[in-house]
């Protein structure tokens, strides 16, 4: 099975037709998708200017959809070689009990859904490079908040289990990112358990 780095070596060579470069870009996000799969090809697809059904894009807007997806994924291999030097670092001394952060990254690992959102047509629309080094401040911080770490909303609704959903939690109602339940405070956490799913994004 190919991995991240020779997929995207597919999806830059000029020799493969385009359908076949879409196709190795899709193999890229089995390997990192910080949105989740269809999440995170629906945010590149509207970024680059690519129709998600499209079967023989620009190849210039496939790489620039590649070029923002590397970039974030850079971004994530460095942030999970400082996690696991400082759990060697706390170990050594002693702290065994992961926190939140240990939670946190123990449940991202490998880069897909950090930061899952409420649908696959709903998510921030800043590059995910931007979103994540917000969400991996907002985490490293250690403080409840009562603000969506990724586009400062203050408005969340609860979104509940279902074969539809890519997690439970606290929805941003303006980005659709689920928040980290450690991230907001348990004032905004019991806002959102009052807020219906349905009529709180039907009307946002």
């Known amino acids: 099975m190919a991995g991240f780095r020779a997929l995207a070596e597919q999806v830059r060579n000029p020799r493969l037709v385009a359908t076949q470069r879409r196709t190795a870009l899709r193999k890229c996000l089995e390997r990192f998708a910080p949105y989740g799969h269809r999440a995170t090809w629906h945010h590149l697809c509207t970024r680059a200017g690519i129709a998600t059904q499209d079967r ?9 959809a590649l070029a923002e997806l590397e970039e974030a994924r850079t971004l994530w291999l460095a942030y999970e070689e400082e996690c696991a030097a400082r759990r060697r670092k706390e170990k050594y001394h002693g702290i065994r009990q992961p926190g939140a952060l240990d939670e946190w990254h123990r449940r991202t690992w490998g880069g897909c859904d950090i930061v899952p959102c409420e649908s696959p047509q709903r998510h921030p629309a800043a590059r995910l490079a931007v979103v994540l080094r917000r969400m991996i401040a907002a985490m490293e911080a250690g403080r409840p908040r009562r603000d969506c770490p990724v ?12 074969p539809d959903s890519p997690a439970s ?15 907001l405070t348990p004032e905004v956490l019991r806002a959102a358990d009052r807020v219906h ?3 709180a994004f039907a009307a946002a």
Do not use: K, Y
Request: with cysteine; hydrophobic share 35%.
């Open 56 to 64: 023989d894009p620009d190849p210039e807007r496939l790489m620039a």
């Open 151 to 162: 586009c400062g909303s203050t408005h969340f609704a609860w979104l509940p289990e279902s």
């Open 169 to 183: 939690g606290p929805a941003c109602r303006q980005c659709g990112v689920l928040a980290p339940v450690s991230v």
């Open 197 to 199: 799913r349905v009529g």
